[in-house]
């Protein structure tokens, strides 16, 4: 009796050793980068980990591949290495020779993603599953954009700017009108900047008074 | 007659802070540091130094003694020197007017860049995620984020000059603004600019200090300065190095536009111009090497940042390949760790050699940039990084549209002040010409803001106003020297400050001045004849990247164009007011013959 499960336990694990593997068809490749995701506050990946790194992907196995009861089993882990990265390979619970299919597995990680990131503390970029890439969140596309925003700021501020100065010349104005003098001296201004903008384009330089030699 | 009528400065800290505005603007920034890194970093300010003496005081001194004497424009300056050499003056305005239309594009990328930094994550630190939500879009994956937002999002960049396409509304309303607060500040001439220039000559110095301190704390930032001041000697045996300097001397002042006379003409007659010029060369200068260290900074931080990410991959990419713990390679000994592992797995380690980048702090600080591609694309890199980028982003931009701004005034003054020596110009009101002259330009500037309109932005900025500009000034330095006579020029001088000019100054503007700027000239020249076609940078968007492209034939005749319209201008005039006083002359003696017949 002992005999047969003895031989019935060394089978069922010979069985997995052979259904995981690296490069497997249906397995994935998982890296996990504690150091760079939690620096010191890293924790140790040990055996407990593994456990429930496993029981998080039967979880996610469980909700969405209907009707099948995953158990931790069923979740096969294979090539540990001290980079923290392995393979693992998911058998179905009614028959443990036969694998999940890989379309089924990384859709349940996929829609699983991101609890499964929280369990561990981990990102997108520190927990990868080598070959399901994740899907990036959608961009908050704000109704205005930002930049419209400020703009409107600026040019509400310029045009409260020049209704200020309008307003403020108009005033001006009324007020020298309701003054009786400043006419003449308005006139005089014009004639006199007219003569001067004049004496450079009608005048003629007058040699008379230059005592220097000159080409 | 009075002189009362011609607007005045409130006061010589106004006319100062304006040269200072004018003549500090992006230049300093984004001209200086390039040529400090190409010609050997702190042995570059030797020949520098050397020029500014030589070439940029003497020049400077020149155009304000001529504004202030002549107490008028630069068409109507030069006319009074010698009647056939108005075209001088001419040909500073076209070059101003070509200025005036491109400049304030860069004050648009400014402002979008600026209401851009008002968000919570800066929208060139990340790329926009593609329409399947795999990744990032393409295009910036190839670039980096901080291109894909100058060149696509800002731009909307064609492929080359000759694919054209419509009016980016977003850098048109930029530009649109630009012209608005442009024309409030010149809108009623010397008195709103007098007040303005308080701030925008100023306000810039704040923010560079400010950016000293947070660039020379940043993590790196010793290795960019220390790599500026290791002068490289040999760099000065190079021909190129003197050239380069005598050319930034040049143009960093703002020679030639004719904004110089046009600020002087408005000052006192008995200002004293010769300690301003001085004072205002000396800032611009001193500007120029301070922006230069907080570039050198900021570029030290980038650089060591791009390094250690780079270092940081590999190290990455060994850790995974061969599966080792996280902890094994650290930063520091990523290097030997590829050497351990090259020896002890070559097969393995074959399979990555190609994804293995080589990473080198000094090839990173070797990249040098100038130009816009400086400003808007390696800065704001940087500031990303940065901690509080948003505060880092709006006072960088803001700086930038303060210099920016700051010489836009002394722009519009150089196209305003001839104009309005003119009877037509001078019976409108100022706002209205000045209007008139602003919407002009906004006008014809839209056609920057179109996909292919950075295209047409580096033709002019690249042969709008070089060539013309050392053209028009050789004249003028030949002109006040020999022509108007230096007798005459040093009595005038005398007239309005007191005393003559010393030997410096006469020596300097007869001789020195003049044959630094003939070499340079020829060299100009000869670099342009040796260049063959003129090719510009066009953005490839598949590949991601910038690609060197020759102009088509309608690209070379516009530049052709261009710089025969403002040369054109000297010639042309002379033998217009030659012709007209060869007219005059016969009508007059007619009109003679004519008096002593009847009488």
Same mark, same amino acid.
């Given at each position: 009796m002992l005999e047969k499960i003895f031989l019935l336990l060394c089978f069922s694990s010979a069985l997995a050793n052979q259904l995981c593997k690296p490069d497997a068809s249906d397995g994935y490749k998982v890296r996990i980068s504690l150091k760079t995701a939690l620096g010191d506050d890293a924790y140790v990946w040990n055996e407990n980990e593994m456990f429930f790194f496993r029981s998080t992907l039967a979880f996610a196995m469980r909700t969405h591949v209907s009707g099948q009861r995953f158990e931790v089993s069923?979740?096969?882990?294979?090539?540990?290495?001290p980079r923290v990265s392995f393979w693992f390979v998911v058998t179905s619970p009614q028959n443990l020779s036969q694998l999940i299919d890989k379309e089924h597995v990384e859709?349940?990680?996929?829609?699983?993603?991101?609890?499964i990131n929280s369990a561990f503390l981990l990102t997108d970029n520190t927990l990868e599953f080598i070959g399901i890439h994740p899907t990036l969140a959608a961009p908050v596309e704000p109704v205005t954009p930002p930049w419209l925003i400020v703009f409107g700021v600026v040019m509400g501020a310029i045009a409260a700017g020049i209704v200020v100065y309008m307003v403020s010349t108009v005033v001006r104005k009324k007020r020298k009108k309701n003054e009786k003098t400043n006419g003449d001296d308005t006139d005089g201004e014009t004639r006199v900047k007219t003569i001067e903008s004049g004496r450079a384009a009608d005048g003629v330089y007058n040699l008379s008074f230059a005592d220097d030699e000159r080409l | 007659m009075g002189n009362e009528a011609r607007p005045k400065w409130d006061s010589p800290i106004q006319f100062l802070l304006a040269c200072v505005s004018y003549a500090v603007g992006l230049g300093n920034v984004w001209r200086f540091p390039y040529l400090c890194q190409m010609h050997g970093g702190g042995g570059f300010l030797i020949p520098y130094l050397i020029m500014l003496v030589l070439e940029g005081v003497p020049l400077f001194c020149m155009e304000l003694a001529v504004g202030q004497k002549m107490r008028l424009g630069s068409i109507g300056a030069w006319s009074a020197m010698n009647p056939y050499l108005g075209g001088v003056g001419l040909a500073s305005v076209v070059t101003s007017m070509y200025l005036c239309l491109y400049y304030n594009v860069i004050n648009a990328?400014?402002?979008?860049?600026?209401?851009?930094?008002?968000?919570?994550?800066?929208?060139?630190?990340?790329?926009?995620?593609?329409a399947n939500q795999t990744g990032p879009l393409e295009e910036c994956e190839k670039a980096t984020p901080t291109q894909y937002f100058f060149y696509r999002e800002t731009l909307d960049i064609s492929s080359s000059i000759n694919v054209n396409g419509g009016i980016h509304t977003s850098q048109a309303l930029c530009l649109l603004l630009a012209?608005?607060?442009?024309?409030?500040?010149?809108?009623?001439?010397?008195?709103?600019?007098?007040?303005?220039? *308080?701030?925008?000559?100023?306000?810039?110095?704040?923010?560079?200090?400010?950016?000293?301190?947070?660039?020379?704390?940043l993590h790196g930032a010793l290795n960019g300065i220390q790599y500026m001041f290791t002068p490289k000697m040999e760099q000065l045996a190079n021909p190129n190095t003197w050239?380069?300097?005598?050319?930034?001397?040049?143009?960093?002042?703002?020679?030639?536009?004719?904004?110089?006379?046009?600020?002087?003409? *408005?000052?006192e007659y008995n200002n004293n111009f010769e300690r301003q010029a001085i004072a205002v060369s000396i800032i611009n200068s001193g500007t120029s090497i301070f922006a230069s260290i907080v570039t050198f900074a900021i570029y030290g931080f980038k650089a060591t940042l791009n390094f250690e990410n780079c270092l940081e991959r590999s190290r990455m990419l060994l850790l995974n390949t061969f599966d080792l713990a996280e902890d094994s390679i650290t930063i520091d000994t990523v290097f030997d760790w590829i050497k351990k592992l090259n020896a002890t797995y070559p097969e393995q380690f074959a399979q990555i050699e190609d994804k293995l980048e080589v990473c080198d702090l000094e090839s990173e600080l070797d990249t040098a940039v100038e130009g816009?591609?400086?400003?808007?694309?390696? *800065?704001?890199?940087?500031?990303?990084?940065?901690?509080?980028?948003?505060?880092?982003?709006?006072?960088?931009?803001?700086?930038?549209?303060?210099?920016?701004?700051?010489?836009?005034?002394?722009?519009?003054t150089a196209v305003i002040t001839p104009m309005r020596d003119f009877k037509i110009f001078s019976r409108m009101s100022t706002e209205l010409c000045n209007g008139l002259v602003c919407m002009f330009c906004l006008l014809l500037g839209l056609s920057f803001t179109t996909t292919s309109g950075n295209y047409w932005f580096t033709i002019f900025n690249d042969y709008g106003a070089n060539f013309s500009l050392l053209f028009v000034v050789l004249i003028e330095i030949i002109t006040v020297s020999y022509i108007y006579g230096m007798n005459r020029f040093e009595k005038d001088i005398e007239d309005m400050i007191g005393h003559r000019p010393n030997w410096y100054w006469k020596i300097m503007w007869k001789f020195v001045s003049p044959l630094l700027l003939v070499a340079v000239f020829i060299v100009y020249i000869i670099n342009y004849i040796q260049g063959g076609t003129p090719t510009y940078q066009a953005w490839d968007k598949e590949q991601g990247k910038t690609v060197v492209t020759e102009y088509p034939i309608f690209g070379q005749v516009f530049i052709g164009l261009l710089l025969v319209s403002s040369v054109s201008c000297v010639p042309l005039t002379a033998l217009y007011v030659f012709c007209k006083k060869r007219k005059q002359g016969h009508h007059d003696k007619r009109e003679n013959?004519?008096?002593?017949?009847?009488?």
């Open positions: 069923n979740i096969v882990v294979c090539n540990e290495t859709e349940a990680i996929r829609k699983s993603r991101s609890r | 990328w400014s402002f979008w860049y600026f209401f851009n930094s008002f968000q919570s994550v800066l929208p060139w630190s990340d790329c926009p995620v593609n012209w608005i607060i442009s024309y409030l500040f010149v809108i009623r001439g010397v008195k709103s600019t007098g007040k303005v220039v *308080y701030f925008t000559a100023t306000f810039p110095y704040v923010v560079l200090f400010i950016y000293l301190i947070r660039g020379v704390t050239i380069n300097a005598a050319t930034q001397i040049f143009f960093s002042l703002g020679l030639g536009f004719g904004s110089l006379i046009a600020f002087a003409s *408005y000052n816009t591609g400086l400003a808007f694309i390696v *800065y704001s890199e940087a500031i990303k990084n940065m901690p509080l980028p948003q505060l880092w982003s709006v006072l960088y931009f803001f700086m930038l549209l303060l210099l920016g701004m700051g010489s836009m005034l002394g722009n519009i013959v004519l008096s002593t017949v009847s009488a």
